[in-house]
């Protein structure tokens, strides 16, 4: 840990613990105020930086990490938990953890809100990419398209196709900024005026 002041890296803890030694490589973990949320295997290893404890949160009824790309978690607005996104045939499920239960918050079935955009491609490999902290936005991964999902809009649409020399989508990151931009007004400089 490197704390304000210091120029050197410092143990703050150490975890005798097994609960971390198989982490998954997907879905990330999310860092929510001072806990980091891990997914392993079959639940979420909770740590808690102001603590310094552990403690494991188990999954909803039906909901797993495999296969991979299926499930993610996504920060939570007022920092008390985490959200747990989940697809499974076509039918999204949006889960929040706070306190010591699970809340579904929202199901939407994506064939109901596409615009038969899903008609022309096959359904049966729809993967979550990348999804947008407190829950606004999901990036959906299908055949060679990427998809976007406005979760509190509930639309759909595509925003990427791959061309015939890609190999893979990869990892999507969205870049979010406010619009229209403010820029700061420039100072009256006269060796500026002067060229």
Not at 126 to 137: A, K, P, Q, R, S
Request: net charge negative.
């Amino acid at each position: 840990m490197l704390q304000n002041g210091d120029d050197a890296w410092r143990k703050h803890l150490t975890l005798a613990s097994d609960l971390l030694l198989y982490p998954r490589k997907s879905p990330k973990g999310v860092l929510v105020d001072s806990k980091i949320y891990l997914p392993t295997d079959n639940e979420i290893v909770v740590l808690d930086l102001m603590s310094s404890s552990l403690s494991t949160i188990q999954l909803p009824q039906g909901v797993g990490f495999s296969p991979i790309g299926t499930t993610m978690l996504s920060r939570a607005d007022d920092a008390s938990g985490v959200y747990l996104i989940h697809i499974k045939d076509l039918q999204l499920s949006i889960w929040l953890h706070n306190g010591d239960n699970w809340l579904l918050v929202d199901k939407m079935c994506l064939c109901e809100i596409s615009d038969n955009l899903l008609d022309d491609e096959p359904t049966d490999d729809i993967l979550i990419n990348h999804v947008g902290d407190y829950n606004e936005f999901v990036f959906l991964e299908m055949g060679r398209c990427a998809l976007y999902l406005d979760v509190k809009r509930r639309t759909l649409r595509k925003v990427y196709e791959m061309t015939t020399e890609e190999q893979q989508l990869g990892d999507i990151y969205p870049l979010m900024m406010s619009w229209l931009p403010s820029f700061p007004a420039l100072m009256d400089n006269p060796t500026r005026n002067a060229t």
